[in-house]
């Protein structure tokens, strides 16, 4: 793709008038925008818009051959980048419109709701959400845990996805999933069942239900929570926007519970996602002789998932104390309790370092320090020669 | 009980006269008379004969109301072993008796029969064995694994424990057990099934059946394998014998697998020994809604037990590679790859020094240092500051 047509990509860049604050709303635009040319995850585009704004970031990509030299890029990759940020069909203007006619905004950073976890991703973080339904209930300020699986489930599977939801849910807890078959339909269902707030993140936009069969899923999702994407209306899921879709699911959460999945499950992508965010990762153990465990069995052995058998296993993964008061009242504000975090950081048997813990538990280092120091005080840590352990058992 | 009563319980120190060498012949008859005297796992017993021999820490026992100072014990806690040692109804000469005339036979350390993982225990290690059938086998040259469980196990438990007991056993493996009903018998059964060698390690005199349903299942291991006690013939099985019976199961093992376990299951006692003792352990999952799986699912979460859903997870835990040839050599030869037992203690997530690397494989750690280096040379390790990781996954 020449710069030519690099630019023709990127034709009519004057915001609309009638977004209040010019700053803020050509801002705004542009990360709408982004959302049309760039695909989820787009490194190249979020390193750009880190540096140069994003409404900056289409400038360069309209005007200029050679890459900013804040990005300290190659003008090759800069080139398959902008070869990258071709509109697609449903292309910007048709968004806009689309959504404006079936009611579905746009988030940004900086917005109230926009849920400040998704930054965590870096230049991987999504440029914009398109959302239907209570969309402050994105910014999900207490806890939130995906709970994911298997289209393939089992009838224990689904049973146990329910319960899962239901007790979060009841708890205070908001339940992320993906809207799909199985797993993640009975996950969104048991906290619509009790009023609990719960966010299905879609691979595809927002106005068209996937699968069709969920239409009346997502409407009732979105009457009491969110369903969000990271493309705009009329955008098709793709098997690459799927995988994007699962890293937010993680990224949206403080803790990701995988319930069935085989074993090459896209739930395992969802995990390493988790993982790699240094999210809580639990994964509900089934039958060895159950292919719809299989995948649970591998998160357990291969990406050190903590086995989930209950709603308080993931309360304690979560760094709730098991006191119930103190439970609601972390629902209630959405802050755990740091000694409870670093304490659950701990295992009894393997000795873990302070920045390990720091890791686990979410807590910054040198109040990991502080806290194990306490810890140790009243007998519930203990240091050896390799590290930390969380004292008898 | 006085000093003089300790005496009478120690009378008629005379060994018989056919025992051969005199020198050795002392200490086996010597060590048979401390079967009787002290319960399994009588640490003081273990001392005294550590630093005095068998026959020399009965003369103390005799003579002196004083610790000898090697020792180093307070009076007190001298002369209340020293009560402790009263000889039980069924006492030596009975015991002797009985053993010869149904053919049990009288193991100590030195013997060719002698299991050296059990001097694992330290001064808990067992004085003696007494056991019946093929006595060599206790001796467990190649791997030996224990599989336990549930009395109350389901027939999902039964299923599995036949299905790892039965292809471990075909691959060379020792399978040892508790000949209890439910998992232990269910496993015993499977490795007779296939010709397997397997041991089972009871509470009680190994004259007596227990549970007397098991007669039968005890008499055809014996035909394949070992029944093996540390208490002489005509000693009932007591709650404190089981506990100790349990770590014994998991000091002749290199591995520990728990199949079915409740939530309060003696599994636990089992586990919780294998893994004071450094010894690989895991459990098999169930469904989360399966009380008989509660208690693996705790070792899982709370012992940083592995998740075992095949024989080839026990295979790997035992630091055998995939490669079944390899797998089959180990089995003749007793011997694992040390490089794979060094990568099988390495995780792709969490990263771990030489010292637990060391303790995980078994493998000293001056070798482990060396291992990680040509590991890390065909980039199947990476070391990073917080230690060293299993690459890629």
Redesign the interface.
């Known amino acids: 793709m020449s710069g030519d047509e690099a630019r023709d990509a990127l034709v009519g860049l004057s915001p609309p008038a009638d977004l209040g604050d010019p700053e803020s709303c050509r801002e705004r635009w542009a990360r709408a925008r982004w959302s049309v040319l760039a695909e989820p995850g787009d490194g190249i585009a979020g390193l750009a818009i880190r540096h140069l704004g994003a409404f900056g970031a289409l400038e360069s990509a309209l005007r200029h051959d050679e890459p900013p030299g804040v990005l300290e890029l190659s003008v090759r990759d800069w080139r398959r980048a902008c070869a990258r940020w071709r509109p697609r069909q449903d292309d910007h203007s048709y968004a806009l419109e689309r959504a404006r006619r079936v009611g579905v905004r746009l988030i940004v950073p900086g917005d109230a709701a926009w849920p400040e976890r998704a930054d965590d991703l870096g230049i991987h973080a999504p440029v914009a959400l398109w959302t239907r339904g209570v969309t402050d209930s994105l910014a999900m300020p207490g806890a939130a845990v995906a709970l994911v699986g298997a289209r393939a489930a089992t009838a224990?599977g689904v049973?146990?996805a329910g319960e899962l939801a239901g007790d979060l849910s009841a708890s205070g807890v908001t339940i992320v999933s993906g809207a799909a078959v199985g797993i993640d339909a009975a996950a969104h269902r048991a906290c619509l069942a009790v009023d609990g707030r719960t966010v299905a993140v879609l691979a595809g936009g927002v106005d068209t239900a996937y699968p069709s069969g969920h239409a009346g899923l997502l409407t009732a999702v979105s009457s009491r929570g969110a369903v969000v994407s990271e493309v705009p209306c009329g955008t098709a899921p793709t098997k690459w926007r799927f995988l994007q879709r699962n890293r937010l699911i993680a990224a949206l959460s403080d803790a990701t519970v995988v319930i069935e999945a085989g074993w090459r499950s896209g739930s395992l992508n969802t995990a390493?996602h988790a993982?790699a965010l240094g999210r809580a990762l639990g994964a509900?153990?089934?039958?060895?002789?159950s292919a719809a465990?299989?995948g649970c069995?591998r998160i357990?052995?291969?990406?050190?998932g903590?086995?989930?058998?209950?709603a308080d296993?993931v309360r304690e993964m979560l760094g709730w104390s098991n006191d119930s008061a103190c439970a609601a009242e972390s629902a209630r504000d959405g802050h755990t309790d740091d000694a409870t975090r670093v304490l659950d950081a701990l295992?009894?048997?393997?000795?873990r370092?302070v920045?390990?813990i720091a890791r686990r538990s979410g807590v910054a280092s040198e109040e990991v320090s502080a806290w194990l120091g306490l810890l140790s005080l009243d007998g519930r840590a203990v240091s050896g020669?390799?590290g930390w352990r969380r004292a008898g058992?």
């Open positions: 224990y049973q146990v390493g993982s509900v153990p089934g039958p060895v002789t465990s299989s069995h357990l052995r291969e990406y050190d903590r086995c989930i058998t209950s296993d295992s009894t048997r393997t000795p370092d920045v390990e020669e390799r058992r």
